[in-house]
């Protein structure tokens, strides 16, 4: 059973770090522009398959499209999510695709640090049932007498420790990621 638990956590691990890691921080990241959707001859793909991407320190994201059809359609999906993102709009020269990320304000700082504390709290609710689905599981294997009463202890103290391992890892990454914003 608490392998089970651990798979789940890992699963929900894995998408809490997915989830922050498309959030703009102080510094710029390929993540934040890889998987937008860019209209390219006729279909829709992440930019990542249309031209590859590059940082120029300290707030430049340069990608470098395959073609110079593909640098239009590139400038043209960033200058769309610009609308809702935090990047100005993409400026296109021949095949070259340039974004640049504008310093973040005290306002905007602070709207980040409470969405990324507000999606880290939805990923520890789902870590804390799955922990107390598990336990559920435990008492049902012991009413069904496929544990004693000690293996069921036993296995909810290893579920705690493990849930108590996940939620300090969880911590370091809200950690990590308010520290990147507040760079």
Excluded: C
Excluded at 70 to 98: C, F, Y
Excluded at 130 to 138: G, S, Y
């Amino acid at each position: 059973m608490p392998n089970n638990l651990k798979d789940r956590t890992t699963r929900i691990l894995e998408k809490l770090k997915e989830e922050l890691i498309t959030i703009r921080t102080s510094r710029p990241t390929p993540a934040l522009v890889e998987n937008i959707a860019v209209e390219y001859y006729g279909e829709k793909m992440p930019l990542k398959q249309v031209g590859s991407i590059s940082i120029k320190p300290p707030r430049e994201i340069q990608i470098q499209a395959w073609d110079k059809e593909g640098a239009t359609a590139i400038a043209k999906a960033l200058d769309e999510t610009a609308k809702k993102s935090s990047h100005s709009s993409a400026t296109a020269e021949g095949q070259l695709v340039r974004v640049f990320l504008p310093e973040l304000s005290t306002e905007r700082r602070e709207e980040l640090s409470k969405h990324i504390k507000k999606i880290v709290e939805e990923h520890r609710i789902q870590i804390r049932t799955a922990r107390e689905e598990t336990n559920k599981e435990i008492d049902s294997a012991e009413k069904q007498g496929e544990l004693t009463e000690d293996d069921k202890f036993q296995q909810k103290e290893e579920i705690q420790k493990e849930t108590e391992e996940i939620n300090k890892e969880v911590d370091e990454i809200l950690e990590r990621k308010l520290a990147e914003i507040n760079e």
